[in-house]
């Protein structure tokens, strides 16, 4: 048997569990009969996003394959012209991975870019992406000449403009989010100019672009950080879940700890009680450095089916603790920095229409970790939401961007849940969610805005406090309104 890679040490290591687990596999997931269906329905001229929940209408879809240049700036600008015209949105997006329309125009324009044409400046450590590039797209040309991704999603599917603009963060160490290696871009403002933004030039509209939910600018192409491709080893140690934010930070701060990231427990029993945190060091014997393979390998597939089969399943749940906790640091091998990254998301997908995963993610200050535990602890257990994975990350501090998570360094918690898709499934997950924002907002945290839209104004008002300035400046750069999406109309929009 190989060696596990990131994929199955995260969720489990599932192909030494396959047979096993298939004899543990009765569920007691509760069945929320009696209730509407939410799933998706097929219907023309609409988009969804991850979520399976957010079908809207929209009026068109179009996709650019253009260069950054000429002919894509002109391109935007006609469809912002005929948009602003027929009095209709207009967003630019790439994946769509949110999961409440933060990348969907009501009965607008939908915009899809698709480019991959990058440019390497290996002498400054930097490349120049199109918005629409995916970071797949980018490890593959960045990997043949010893370089990776500062910082990225945890997935390559994702488009860079759009990680941008939601602001996501990876877990290298010891970065703040994706925009603190973005040098400069350049954008179509709503009226059509076409303006360079940067630190040093156009800096209100570049601080309010990282973060900013596309309703800034139409984002063309980005300068970003590149930093050397390495060859890691991982090492595991597990601890009392109180114990955890001490253990990170120490790790954080390790120079010698260029990757690091922690989980918890989440079976019922002893629900949050023990936390594993896993660093990376780099691998003294590094005379090879294997492509980052865009693909789920075997041991990744199967440890996909391994968390699916969690779903109402304690023992499986506990199971799966035992896997990473004791047999994934056995069989855990070295892997370079970029192939620890390039994982598609569909190996996380459920394949399962009753059901959907929503993502939550919480961002608390490293002294108020343990009131994070018991927060969980008091609010989830009560739900009828099946909780599959935390795991925790470092973001360093972002003093930048107007609607930042993080105005100090802080541990983000990103869980996973399993919710039925009924109507009683999604009123439930809206109660748990507010609950759980609402402890969060009081221990000094922060809740994460590209997710399900159950959080109250006030609430979204307490985590990002600078919310209404940006609508107000948003407001004067925009007066037509004209880029718009489900953040801004049923949050921002309302300031």
């Known amino acids: 048997m190989g060696k596990l890679g990131r994929r199955a040490v995260v969720f489990g290591a599932g192909a030494a569990a396959g047979v096993a687990g298939a004899r543990w596999l009765k569920s007691d997931v509760p069945v929320l009969a009696g209730t509407r269906p939410l799933g998706p329905q097929a219907a023309a001229n609409t988009l969804n996003d991850a979520s ?98 500062a910082v990225m999603q945890s997935n390559s599917d994702f488009g860079l403009a759009a990680t941008f603009s939601v602001n996501a963060h990876g877990w290298p160490v010891p970065y703040g989010p994706m925009g603190a290696t973005v040098h400069r871009l350049t954008m179509v403002l709503p009226d059509g100019e076409l303006v360079s933004a940067s630190r040093s030039e156009n800096a209100d509209l570049f601080a309010m672009a990282m973060g900013g939910y596309g309703l800034i600018g139409l984002i063309t192409e980005l300068e970003v950080d590149m930093v050397d491709n390495q060859r890691l080893l991982p090492s595991f140690t597990r601890m009392e879940a109180e114990a955890f934010a001490p253990a990170f930070r120490a790790a954080v701060d390790d120079p010698e700890v260029p990757m690091a990231y922690g989980r918890l427990n989440v079976g019922r029993e002893g629900f949050m009680s023990e936390a594993l945190l896993i660093t990376y060091r780099a691998d003294p014997d590094s005379t090879e450095m294997p492509p980052a393979a865009y693909a789920s390998g075997l041991t990744s597939r199967a440890a996909a089916r391994l968390y699916r089969w969690q779903l109402g399943n304690e023992r499986m749940k506990r199971f799966r603790w035992w896997t990473e906790a004791r047999f994934a640091p056995v069989m855990a091998g070295a892997a370079t920095r970029s192939a620890l990254m390039n994982e598609p998301v569909l190996t ?124 107000a400046r948003k407001r004067e750069i925009d007066p037509g309104l004209l880029l718009r999406n489900n953040l801004w109309d049923s949050y921002l929009g309302q300031l």
């Open 52 to 149: 399976g929940l957010s079908q809207t209408p929209i009026a068109k879809h179009v996709i650019l394959t253009d260069d950054p240049g000429e002919s894509l700036v002109a391109a935007l600008r006609a469809e912002l012209k005929e948009a602003a015209q027929a009095g209709r949105p207009v967003n630019l997006g790439a994946a769509r991975h949110s999961m409440g329309g933060q990348a969907i125009p009501r009965d607008g324009t939908a915009i899809t870019h698709d480019n991959a044409r990058i440019t390497l400046d290996t002498a400054n450590r930097r490349y120049l992406a199109p918005a629409g590039a995916r970071w797949h797209q980018v490890i593959a040309q960045l990997d043949p000449v010893g370089a990776s991704p």
């Open 348 to 471: 996380l997908d459920d394949r399962d229409e009753r059901r959907t995963d929503i993502l939550h993610e919480y961002f608390v200050p490293f002294e108020r970790f343990s009131d994070f535990l018991r927060v969980c602890r008091e609010v989830i257990p009560a739900s009828y939401q099946e909780f599959l994975n935390v795991t925790l990350r470092f973001v360093d501090s972002d003093a930048e961007s107007w609607l930042s998570y993080a105005r100090v360094p802080r541990i983000a918690a990103v869980m996973s849940f399993s919710q039925e898709m009924t109507e009683r499934g999604e009123a439930d997950m809206a109660r748990m969610t507010r609950a759980l924002i609402e402890g969060i907002n009081r221990i000094g945290g922060a809740y994460y805005l590209p997710y399900r839209p159950h959080a109250t104004l006030d609430q979204l008002q307490t985590a990002y406090p600078r919310a209404a300035e940006f609508a």
